[in-house]
């Protein structure tokens, strides 16, 4: 995780107002930020499972919120500005073109070398059995009759859109523009303070809507940490009924972790933690 | 490969897209994902959880980075179509076809949420403007809120991960809940039972009350064949859908108002006007269609005082009826005729009340006087508007009791579903069928899914029990079930009809 400073600007897209990351250098940027997300997409190694996701990553409202206070996250241009499409698309043909002829050149080679390797071992197997010479005339009669067929080509099913600034100077253009959005609802602050303070504290935050809570807490990177904590996020006057709070407890106990009941203060964010005793 | 990407991102330049040699290259790649391997509980700053964390995170990371690689001829090449927001394909489709594309003018499109899918599986390119398109393209182009959104795409490749059929719901294409009352299996089995067993052309006619016609009409008459009265009979008297549906028994009672030995004092009873009038038997012409060769091919319309009111009969054709009965002599066996003299003696000697009735107007009165008398029960409670829920005089089942003083009845989903105001609010976004049944599945075809999914969100309201009942009945066959989508997660939820078990049986 080197951390550079200031941190990389993100460039978040927005899929009707959902803020994803689509290039993996951003996504390690926002996850050397402790960071975590949530993956939507479909592995590329392996599509068909569920266990694994891949990019876009989709950003808790509270992620978007910090990273563009902390002025790491511009939004990035919409689709709809198909300018320089003409250009791209001659530069994609370019690039087929050369793709193929560079990738036949690979495909010969690689079938020289099998070549190489299966009349190799033949001949330390048989004694004397093939010459050099004949190794010659295969190679050059592969040379002669030798065609990479166009289905054979390998190509590149893009995740992230071309044709975008990759490089940090376009990034710092974006910065320049700011274009973000306004987030603010009232009542996503209480959320948003107990977000910032356990972040502040070194904790990684997911969404924890299965547990019925606002967030799942883990001590350290959730790849290698079990959660400790369900945080409930409740304003300071806010009242809660008894069952609830009651029912959220035995959940807790049940998935083996602690209930907070997170309140910002004036000053600080109070914490409480809820257990069932287990007391009969 | 994984490494190659590594070294890339390490420089101060990245590019996501690969040279022709990582291309090449990629064609060899693993499709093996590292296991996680156990999590542990707390960091405590060791040099060996470091590394373990730096080597899942390396894991991580080339994972998430790697890009999809494909062979050409692997790949379905497609048009992407904003005006209609579908996708064309341009060469023939894979396998995907079976559970998924439509064809329309001859050819071969797919749907936005379908397309993407087979994107991200590296099964399909996509071309807009004579350029590949991007999964990130994908996801802001062809994702609409107004029918398959972010989060509902969420759902659907969710459930076509894990192998199931997904299709949209189309409420224009599923049968009303009308047109689904008129398809009731059971009520076609009913017929259908009925039809064999009677063998007679009269379906409309219910069994048991066949049956009881079928008891009278021996009864009565010396016929050959007890099958072919009923329907015959059903014709050209009319008097047989009026026998006080109560019961069969009832219905042999009220046979001997025929009979010519019929009490004829009427001192009893206070007769109608017409009460006397009407009783004259050699009057009452009785047909017998099935031994009586002398009669013409029409019966003559029944005196209009024996039919209780409401009803006019006209003139019946019966030739055609007489061809369709059978004519043979039932046989009986000396058991058989025994018990059918033991039935009828027991009908004509139980209720002489009822025998003295004249007509069906005295019959009427009969019964509502008997049900005032009936003893035990205090006349005062039963004077008023409002009466005892049960009369405790009258015999039933423990079950059936509990059942009527049930003031408050469960009640199910569907009741009243009908009668709801439509809102817009809730939607059935999905169709899904399960995966085993893939193999045989038609696109055409798709039978009865598995579930219907409606797809909402943590944030969003929890639906109301009229929402419920709506998508219920808009579901019809199906169970609906929530797919609640919280960011990354996606949690199922159903809401089912719950019977509260009883222990009393009947």
């Known amino acids: 995780m080197e951390e550079e400073d200031p941190p990389p600007v993100v460039g978040l897209s927005l899929c009707h107002s959902a803020p994803l990351l689509w290039r993996a250098p951003d996504l390690r940027a926002v996850r050397s930020q402790g960071l975590v997300g949530a993956l939507l997409g479909s592995l590329p190694r392996t599509p068909r499972q569920n266990g694994r996701l891949g990019r876009p990553l989709l950003l808790l409202p509270e992620e978007e919120r910090l990273l563009t206070e902390h002025r790491a996250a511009a939004a990035l241009p919409d689709h709809d500005q198909d300018r320089g499409w003409v250009e791209l698309r001659q530069q994609h043909e370019e690039e087929q073109q050369r793709n193929f002829e560079e990738q ?39 040379d002669r009759n030798f065609s990479f067929p166009c289905a054979a080509l390998a190509v590149q099913l893009s995740t992230t859109r071309a044709g975008l600034g990759y490089c940090p100077e376009a990034r710092a253009l974006l910065l320049a523009d700011w274009p973000m959005r306004e987030l603010d609802a009232p009542s996503c602050d209480t959320r948003y303070q107990v977000f910032r303070d356990l972040r502040g504290r070194g904790f990684y935050l997911t969404s924890a809507g299965k547990f019925g809570g606002d967030f799942l807490v883990y001590p350290g990177d959730p790849l290698r940490f079990h959660a400790h904590f369900i945080a409930v996020c409740l304003a300071l006057d806010e009242s809660l009924p008894l069952l609830d709070v009651l029912a959220v407890a035995r959940l807790g106990s049940n998935v083996k972790k602690t209930v907070l009941l997170c309140s910002p203060g004036t000053d600080r964010v109070r914490y409480t933690s809820v257990q069932w005793s287990g007391m009969v | 490969m994984a490494d190659q990407n590594k070294t890339d991102t390490e420089g101060k330049f990245y590019s996501e897209i690969l040279s022709p040699s990582e291309l090449f290259a990629a064609r060899s790649r693993s499709h093996k994902i590292p296991v996680k391997g156990q999590k542990e509980f707390f960091p405590d700053n060791s040099e060996e959880q470091r590394q373990r964390l730096e080597q899942s995170l390396n894991e991580h990371w080339s994972l998430i980075s790697e890009e999809r690689v494909e062979r050409l001829g692997n790949l379905v090449k497609a048009l992407w179509i904003p005006s209609e ?78 192998g199931y059929v997904v299709h949209r719901f189309d409420p224009s294409s599923e049968p009303s809940s009308y047109a689904r009352k008129l398809n009731l299996p059971q009520s076609r089995d009913k017929a259908g039972r009925q039809l064999k067993r009677k063998r007679s052309p009269s379906p409309s006619l219910t069994s048991s009350r066949a049956e009881a016609q079928d008891e009278s009409t021996t009864e009565k008459m010396e016929v050959e064949d007890k099958y072919s009265h009923v329907g015959e009979e059903d014709k050209k008297l009319p008097a047989s859908p009026l026998t006080p549906p109560t019961s069969s028994s009832d219905v042999s009672r009220g046979q001997t108002w025929w009979m010519t030995d019929i009490p004829r004092d009427r001192e009893s009873h206070q007769a109608s006007t017409t009460g006397s009038s009407c009783w004259d038997f050699s009057a009452i012409s009785f047909p017998d269609l099935g031994s009586s060769s002398t009669l013409s091919g029409c019966l003559d319309p029944p005196d209009p005082l024996l039919l209780p009111g409401g009803f006019t009969v006209g003139v019946c054709d019966v030739a055609s009826w007489r061809q369709k009965i059978n004519q043979r002599e039932v046989k009986m066996s000396s058991k058989e005729q ?17 025998q003295q009735c004249r007509n069906w107007a005295e019959y009427q009165k009969l019964m509502v006087r008997r049900q005032e008398q009936c003893e035990g ?65 038609k696109k055409s075809n798709p039978g009865k899914p598995y579930s219907r999914m409606c797809v909402c969100s943590f944030s969003g ?35 089912k009809d719950f019977q509260l078990p009883t222990d009393v049986f009947p």
Request: hydrophobic share 35%; glycine share 6%.
């Open chain 1, 104 to 142: 036949s050149v690979l495909a010969l080679e690689d079938r020289k070398a099998s070549l190489l390797r299966a009349m190799t071992s033949s001949l330390t197997q048989s004694g004397a059995g093939t010459t050099d010479e004949d190794l010659r005339g295969h190679l050059e009669a592969l």
């Open chain 2, 85 to 162: 927001q579908i996708v064309e394909l341009q060469s023939p489709a894979g396998k995907f076809w079976q559970t998924m594309g439509f064809s329309a003018n001859g050819k071969q499109c797919l749907l936005p949420e379908e397309a993407l899918y087979l994107m991200e599986c590296g099964n399909l390119q996509v071309f807009y403007k004579d350029l590949p398109l991007s999964i990130q393209d994908g996801y802001e182009r062809f994702l609409c809120s107004d029918t398959v959104g972010l989060q509902q795409y969420q759902v659907y490749g969710h459930l076509k991960r894990l």
């Open chain 2, 338 to 354: 025994m018990r059918e003299e033991e039935k009828r003696r027991q009908g004509r000697d139980v209720d002489k009340e009822v």
């Open chain 2, 377 to 441: 029960r205090p006349a005062h409670l039963w004077n008023t508007e409002v009466t005892p829920l049960h009369d405790p005089t009258q015999p039933i089942s423990t079950g059936e009791l509990l059942d009527k003083i049930s003031v408050i009845k469960s009640t199910h989903l569907l009741e009243g579903a009908s009668r709801l105001k439509r809102s817009d609010e809730w939607r059935i976004c999905f169709n899904v069928y399960q995966p085993d049944t893939v193999a045989d599945f």
């Open chain 2, 461 to 495: 309201p929890v639906p109301d029990l009229r929402d419920i009942k709506q998508l219920a009945l808009q579901s019809g066959n199906a169970p609906v079930v929530f797919a609640v989508v919280d960011y990354g997660d996606i949690s199922f939820y159903t809401f």
